[in-house]
């Protein structure tokens, strides 16, 4: 008995191969019958895109809907000669559902849906409100297609049928379908999408339709999707025009107008622009659009760095033909925007929405992009949804859309304002480029308005405007530091605290008097970092060494020709190193706490952010037009390079005019002049008196350690 259970278990151990074979095959069958009736139900939709004058499409997309994996710029596709595509399901006569492209009409040429070699135009009818689906409406009846018969009864098993370019060619594709769940955390759940699909049932008749990148469970993917919330086209358009007029005085141009900056400036700019500057960091007139909250209250979403916002002088807001006065109120701290008050209200703007930008998670949203070229205004209202959702600092949510955000402002379906595109602010950094997002966000109109309801706590004290005297402030410990290496962080066992010397610097001088010299800071300690209240990490010091400055060409000064002088670098280091620019951020007044090692013992030392005396670029200065130069006096920076005691004489030279006087004797920028007919010089002021005498003028001219006399005839 047991030898023949044991052959009758091999025979049906080996038959079980061809029973699975079998099966396979027959699924296979099951599933081509399974294709062949849902292929009337399967269409492929064409966006003919164009240009408008020389604008184009913005947006990217795959080609194939815009979740899908690689993009490609639709200007591309227009230059290519070949439309925008995307599969898409017929869900009744003459009405077929797809993604929605969310492409501005003023680009699209014409839309067509194909069957084989069949093609006819189509034009949006519905726009769905809960989901990222737009239905088109055929112009004629297409050959092929088949009316959808939405089984919701129907019992499972379900396929999810999808149409999808594959490969070079369209095809249609078949896998088995669960209604898997993603509860969102107080919010209704939803079944993910990978793919827009037709949900059938064994034999291929459509049961419903699921629209990527989730489609919503509570609210059913089962029956026809013309049972969905919707807007028609003329809703649409509707809405449309009503936003238009509202943000006609809610979306209005903005002149900022700023004082020039100073040429070293402007200089230092431009040398830095390569690398973290804003090219229109110089500019003395910015035309932006600010949004009008309450009547007479403006938010600029406009991320200026502080040196900017000291240069800004007037402010004009533009309505209609209409220019209002405004005043500088604000900038945020967390956001680059701006808040200004106007001279007058102008009505009741714009409102915004408190509600968290999740809730609207691909909720059809009213899109209204808004900018100033030049002087002049333009606007465009579409539709946008917003689909993906991140997290940023202090656990903020933030959201991006698939192309450039600026001047892009997002409405919910109540024309409430949802969301702003604006740079993220961080904290005070050595790492100037560290104090902007490189890319701006969509940032919910709900932080905007805690912002707005708070500005004493929000509002950033260091980013205001300034007098030009005040513009020049700059904080300071008191120091000159030199960066350290791997070499020197060895030396003073520092390696461990100084990431093996890439952080931290050593102090080559202390000037008496200041801050770090009545702290007792000496040279030859190490500065390791900044700890201040509301920093939420400590600021390593790093310093930018400019080596350049090294290298001055005292000795070839006289070969340098004038038409050159007002683009050679002073000598000395700027007092605006990254320490000092950092403690100017945190705010005059504000405390931080100095880690430093002495001596190898570690320390550290309460400080208050303290102005630095008077500086080259702030010093005191007097131009004389009779002899064609300006002197500036010495300051403390320029009296250590020099190696001059407050007690000998002397002003700088810091702008000589082509072809005067001055230039034509022979005298260089960073020259003193000590002396005038023998006369100390201490000061512009004793400069200024002792040139107006007339006559000839004797200047001593001193460079560096060598010296010698320049005569000059004052007047005509």
């Known amino acids: 008995m047991k030898p023949f ?62 979740a899908a994996a690689g993009e490609m710029d639709l200007n591309q596709l227009i230059r290519e000669e ?3 595509e995307s599969g898409g399901f017929v869900v009744g006569k003459d009405l077929v559902m797809l993604t929605d492209p969310m492409v501005h009409p003023r680009f699209i040429k014409k839309i067509t849906v194909r069957k084989g070699d069949q093609e006819v135009e189509a034009t949006p009818a519905f726009y769905v409100l809960d989901r990222d689906a737009l239905i088109l409406r055929l112009s004629a009846p297409l050959a092929g297609i ?44 939803d079944v993910p999408i990978q793919a827009d699909m037709l949900i059938t049932d064994k034999k291929g008749n459509p049961v419903g339709v699921a629209i990527k990148p ?26 449309l025009k009503d936003l238009e007029k509202s943000t006609d005085t809610g979306l209005v141009h903005v002149t900022l107008n700023f004082r020039s900056p100073t040429v070293a400036s402007a ?20 035309n932006v659009v600010g949004i009008v909250i309450g009547g007479s209250r403006v938010l600029v979403p406009l991320a200026l760095p ?35 008050t106007l001279d007058k209200s102008i009505g009741n703007g714009v409102q915004l929405s408190i509600a968290d930008l999740r809730d609207h998670r691909m909720k059809l949203l009213l899109r209204s992009e808004v900018m100033v070229l030049g002087e002049q205004r333009s606007a465009y209202f579409n539709r946008e ?25 997002l409405f919910d379906q109540d024309a409430r304002l949802v969301a702003v595109p604006m740079a993220l602010r961080g904290n005070a950094s050595l790492d100037r480029s560290s104090r902007f997002d490189t890319r701006e966000m969509m940032v919910p109109a709900k932080y905007v308005s805690e912002a707005l309801g708070d500005l004493a706590t929000s509002s950033d004290p260091a980013n205001v405007p300034l007098s030009e005297a005040d513009a020049g402030r700059v904080a300071w410990l008191g120091v000159e530091l030199q960066s350290l290496d791997q070499d020197l962080a060895r030396a003073n066992n520092v390696a461990d605290q100084t990431r093996d010397g890439q952080t931290g610097a050593l102090v080559t001088y202390v000037y008496p008097g200041s801050p770090a010299s009545e702290a007792g800071v000496k040279t030859g300690d190490i500065l390791l970092r900044v700890v201040a209240p509301g920093q939420a990490a400590p600021i390593e010091i790093r310093i930018e060494e400019d080596r350049s400055r090294d290298m001055f060409p005292w000795d070839r000064l006289d070969q340098l020709r004038e038409q050159f002088f007002d683009r050679l670098p002073s000598p000395w280091p700027p007092v605006d190193n990254t320490v000092n620019r950092v403690l100017t951020e945190l705010g005059f007044g504000g405390k931080f706490r100095l880690e430093y090692v002495s001596n190898g013992v570690a320390k550290s030392h309460e400080f208050t952010v303290t102005p630095s005396p008077a500086h080259y670029q702030s010093a005191n200065k007097v131009k004389s037009d009779t002899l064609g130069l300006t002197v500036k006096d010495l300051t403390y920076e320029v009296r250590h ?73 004052s007047g005509n």
């Open 385 to 409: 949804r917003l689909l993906w959702f991140e997290m940023g600092a202090k656990e903020r949510i933030f959201s991006r859309l698939y192309e450039d955000q600026s001047g892009i402002f």
């Open 82 to 84: 070949r439309p925008w």
């Open 146 to 189: 088949k009316e959808s018969k939405f089984k919701d009864d129907a019992a499972g098993p379900f396929s999810a049928v999808g149409y999808t370019f594959y490969n070079g060619e369209w095809a249609a594709t078949v896998s088995g379908f669960s209604a898997s769940l993603l509860k969102w955390h107080g919010r209704e759940a």
């Open 214 to 239: 989730f489609t919503p469970a509570e609210s059913g993917w089962r029956g026809s999707p013309m049972t969905w919330p919707m807007w028609t086209q003329a809703q649409m358009e509707r809405h």
């Open 306 to 340: 502080p040196k900017v916002t000291a240069r800004l002088e007037r402010i004009r807001v533009h309505v209609g033909d209409e220019v209002i006065e405004g005043k500088f109120t604000a900038s945020l701290k967390d956001f680059g925007a701006l808040i200004l």
């Open 5 to 66: 259970r044991t052959l009758l278990i091999a025979a049906l151990i080996g038959l079980i191969p061809f029973a699975a074979r079998a099966a396979e095959t027959k699924d296979v069958e099951s599933q081509k019958a399974l294709l062949a009736n849902a292929d009337p139900y399967l269409v492929r939709v064409q966006f003919h895109l164009q240009f408008d004058g020389s604008d184009g499409p913005t947006r990217q997309s795959s080609g194939l809907g815009r």
């Open 267 to 286: 200089m230092a700019s431009t040398l830095r622009r390569g690398f973290d500057e804003d090219p229109m960091e110089s500019a003395t007139e910015r």
């Open 641 to 713: 390079y020099l190696q001059r005691t407050a007690d000998q004489p002397g002003v700088v030279v810091s702008k000589l005019e082509p072809g005067g006087k001055a230039s034509i004797a022979g005298i260089k920028p960073y020259e003193l002049i000590t002396h005038v007919n023998d006369q100390p010089v201490n000061s512009v002021a004793d400069f200024e008196r002792l040139t107006a005498v007339g006559g000839d003028l004797r200047l001593s001219i001193k460079r560096m350690s060598q010296g010698r006399i320049v005569t000059l005839r």
